[in-house]
């Protein structure tokens, strides 16, 4: 009981004391307390009928013994003088209904003053409820270093006086767009490395932003644009290794998943949404239908390229392209963008050079792949599609001579020139 | 809250600047300044003039230039008083949109 109220509730607690006290850190533990009485009452008398405002109520009242106690140690901020002195005029009841104030608490955590990866960890600590050592192992950080980074970030809101507020209508657009940045990245972060809890976390996160936003189409659409990934999950991985769409077992994906993204996909183009989210939820609908329909999926890449100006968008209409005109017309796109660095950049390449028969040129683009790969299912998937390279008739074997004397060749005169 | 609005400029910017910018960008910091939330405004002499003063030893060691040797360089700062970060920004973005170079910090006073 009292671990889903945690769960579930850690972010408005702790929203709520963030706005009367004006500090994150004091807010933490004001709602650590809180949830401590808790573990130690409930069992105990039972549960209260309003388990939030008891939470909010009782962590207020700690937090203004802490701070009496502390008063005379020393001087705290200004803002929590002033949440004090009128504090202690107010009775508190538990019964009291708070205003929900986890909107200002994300959009403070996500304020661009603060560095990207700080921004990601302090709200998954704050109203995603994550502990320190369960972000540091997500992100595969000692805990030292990220305690500190939310050390810091936690002090820089306070000392440099980052809002706690939802920004004016001229602000709103620019800084919704940094907090569905973040949500993005936690999902994709898990994704990637195919850590479940994190791409969930971002689905929580996606969920309450649409609670407290439900007319913004880019964040209804970002909530849409996860579920329908996050559907594939169970049949995107079988044994260790990486399936890929074509192959998936689709009794493994997540029908009410990709239903309830559906219809959120419609509530953002009912909001007239046209914005980078919409179209990216449309294009994994379309790859969920089975045959995919490339030539809209390649369009709808276009719009997403132009919209954002990304090569990885470009690099992903490529591979609509190969589908619609062939990869060498594929190719050809892919040879001006600036990827280098980017692992599916080689790997779509080399599948592209593998189509059509450049089998010398696609290994050499494999192992590029291989060397820029960091998790243990794609690594496989790469290596066998570099065994299947390796030539099985005497036609295959002599393309792959002249091929290999010819880069040998290549390389000494570089060297020599 | 008061911050510290710090105004830098780099070289280039400085030494290519037209007098149609340069009276542009007065204007933008005329304008900011004559606001009441804004207080001690500092304008710096050319960096070239600087002087840079260690110790050691006891020995008072003297530099020609600034601290930091760089392109980059403080031309000069003001306070202003705002209610957050984001009054300050706004304020910041304001004159540097109207610059043709360099960049303003924006640090809060203690």
Redesign the interface.
């Known amino acids: 009981m009292l671990e889903n109220v945690f769960r579930n509730e850690w972010g408005r607690v702790l929203a709520s004391l963030v706005g009367l006290l004006g500090d994150i850190e004091l807010a933490e533990e004001a709602a650590q307390d809180a949830f401590a009485v808790a573990a130690e009452r409930w069992p105990r008398e039972g549960a209260p009928d309003n388990p939030v405002g008891w939470l909010i109520a009782t962590a207020r009242n700690r937090a203004i013994d802490r701070l009496r106690r502390e008063r005379n140690l020393a001087e705290k901020t200004r803002q929590l003088q002033s949440a004090l002195a009128y504090q202690l005029e107010e009775t508190m009841e538990e019964t009291t209904t708070f205003e929900d104030e986890r909107l200002e608490l994300i959009f403070t955590c996500c304020h661009p003053a603060l560095a990207l990866d700080a921004r990601v960890a302090l709200t998954l600590r704050t109203l995603g409820g994550l502990s320190t050592e369960e972000i540091a192992r997500a992100f595969l950080v000692p805990f030292e270093t990220m305690s500190k980074r939310l050390t810091r970030a936690k002090h820089k809101i306070r000392d440099a006086g980052i809002p706690f507020a939802v920004p004016g209508a001229h602000l709103l657009p620019e800084r919704l767009g940094a907090v569905l940045a973040v949500v993005y990245l936690i999902f994709n972060e898990g994704w990637g490395a195919d850590r479940a809890e994190l791409s969930n976390e971002a689905i929580r996160l996606g969920r309450a932003l649409v609670e407290l936003m439900p007319d913004e189409p880019e964040g209804v659409a970002l909530l849409a644009l996860m579920l329908l990934n996050d559907s594939r999950r169970a049949a995107r991985v079988r044994n260790g290794n990486l399936v890929l769409l074509d192959h998936q077992d689709r009794s493994l994906w997540n029908e009410a998943q990709i239903a309830e993204g559906r219809a959120l996909l419609e509530r953002a183009l009912a909001l007239q949404g046209r914005g980078a989210y919409v179209i990216q939820a449309a294009i994994a609908d379309l790859h969920l239908d089975q045959p995919r329909d490339w030539r809209e999926i390649a369009v709808l890449y276009g719009v997403l390229a132009r919209l954002t100006g990304s090569p990885v968008v470009e690099l992903n209409r490529a591979v609509a392209i190969a589908e619609t005109e062939g990869p060498e017309t594929a190719l050809e796109i892919l040879d001006g963008l600036p990827l280098d660095a980017y692992r599916y950049f080689h790997s779509t390449r080399a599948d592209f050079l593998r189509r059509l028969g450049r089998n010398g040129e696609a290994r050499i683009a494999y192992v590029r792949a291989l060397e820029l790969t960091q998790t243990e299912p794609e690594r496989r998937l790469l290596e066998e599609r570099l065994t299947d390279l390796w030539p099985q008739s005497p036609a295959q074997w002599e393309e792959f001579w002249t091929f290999t004397l010819n880069e040998l060749k290549e390389s000494i005169e570089n060297e020599s020139g | 809250?008061k911050?510290a609005l710090l105004i830098y400029n780099t070289l280039e910017a400085r030494d290519s600047l037209t007098p149609e910018s340069r009276e542009r960008i007065e204007d933008a910091f005329a304008q900011a300044l004559a606001s009441p939330a804004v207080s001690s405004p500092v304008r710096l002499a050319a960096v070239e003039t600087a002087t840079t003063v260690r110790v050691e030893d006891g020995e008072t060691l003297l530099t020609d230039g600034p601290f930091v040797d760089s392109k980059e360089f403080l031309a000069g700062l003001f306070v202003l008083d705002?209610?957050?970060?984001?009054g300050?920004?706004s304020v910041a973005a304001q004159i540097q949109g109207k610059r043709t170079g360099g960049a303003i910090e924006?640090r809060?006073l203690e």
């Not at chain 2, 705002?82 to 984001?86: G, S, T």
């Open positions: 809250m911050y705002a209610v957050d970060l984001d300050a920004i924006v809060p």
